[in-house]
């Protein structure tokens, strides 16, 4: 028998439990299954792989990601979804189900408790969109021991991932995810796949995790406050921002001084600044400043 398209099971599932979707938890359903293979690809599991989904809603990337990984802990917000997810899984044990906040759950509990046995672990998800940015920065800065993140992102927010410095689109986000990762784009993926579907287009990224960092940086904490104060005003000069953003208790002299000898035009504007200027800046700055 010819398998249902899953727009329609995803229709006929929630308007048998009634369930409306909801926009402000980012529900918008993916429903084309060669979109699905691209990012099960793109993840590169094996049998001996770990798998954290976030947002599966109910199940579609659950289901593939079953197929082939050792293990998934997929972590859903919303508890209308827990039962339909429940009784999907019910006689697959490598599949398990956590009713919580993907923002608060505690990831390495989540990893020590059920990943012991894996070779390798990953993050696939088709995020939630309205808390992309704050997933991410928490899956990085929490320095999990991933292979690699494969998430569906609004395409703006892919296109911010990967920019390069003196770009739009280059901003705080792309040189965190850099620093960390390399970004890839594996898909561009138009709206009408989705169910409702959203305003915008999306991509498919994978971001492999770096072994050690892709700058050395010695004072990672203020390297990140540095760089957010870079951005801060992007139509001021990088003195400027820095000078009202974060060093206001020196003179603009002194400051103008440290990015000069970090070897740094101090007129240049944050945004066309290097993962590299940003690391010789912070190194410069935390010798005078502390
Ligand atoms: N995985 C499904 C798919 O691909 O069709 C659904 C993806 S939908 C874009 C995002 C899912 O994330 C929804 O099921 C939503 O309820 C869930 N979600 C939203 N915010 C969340 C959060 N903070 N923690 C965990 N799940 C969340």
């Known amino acids: ?144 021991s991933l292979t690699n993140i494969v998430i569906m992102i609004q395409k703006e927010v892919a296109d911010r991932l990967k920019a390069t410095p003196g770009t739009k689109d280059y901003s705080s986000l792309s040189v965190l995810v850099q620093y960390y990762a390399e970004v890839r784009e594996v898909a561009h993926v138009p709206s009408h796949v989705f169910v409702p579907r959203p305003q915008v287009d999306s991509s498919v990224v994978c971001l492999t995790l770096r072994k050690k960092p892709e700058v050395q940086v010695l004072h990672e904490y203020e390297f990140f406050k540095i760089v957010r104060a870079a951005f801060a005003q992007r139509r001021k000069t990088l003195l400027n921002s820095l000078h009202s953003n974060l060093l206001s208790a020196f003179s603009k002299k002194e400051v103008e001084g440290w990015i000069a000898e970090a070897g740094i035009d101090p007129k240049r504007r944050g945004e066309t600044l290097s993962l590299q200027e940003f690391a010789a800046l912070t190194e410069v700055i935390h010798r005078n400043r502390f």
């Open 1 to 144: 028998m010819k398998e249902r398209p899953i727009s329609v099971r995803t229709r006929e599932l929630l308007s048998q439990y009634g369930i409306q979707l909801k926009k402000s938890l980012g529900q918008n359903f993916l429903t084309d299954p060669h979109v699905l293979d691209k990012i099960i690809q793109a993840a590169l599991l094996t049998e001996k792989s770990g798998v954290i989904e976030i947002g599966p809603g109910i199940g579609a990337l659950t289901e593939r990601l079953a197929e082939t990984a050792q293990k998934v802990v997929a972590i859903e917000i919303d508890n209308r979804f827990i039962p339909i997810l429940k009784k999907l899984f019910e006689n697959e044990s490598r599949v398990e189900i956590i009713n919580e906040d993907a923002l608060k759950v505690d990831l390495n509990n989540i990893i020590n408790e059920h990943f012991q046995g894996a070779d390798t672990l990953h993050v696939v998800a088709n995020l939630p969109y309205y808390v992309t940015s704050p997933i991410l920065v928490r899956l990085l800065e929490q320095r999990l």
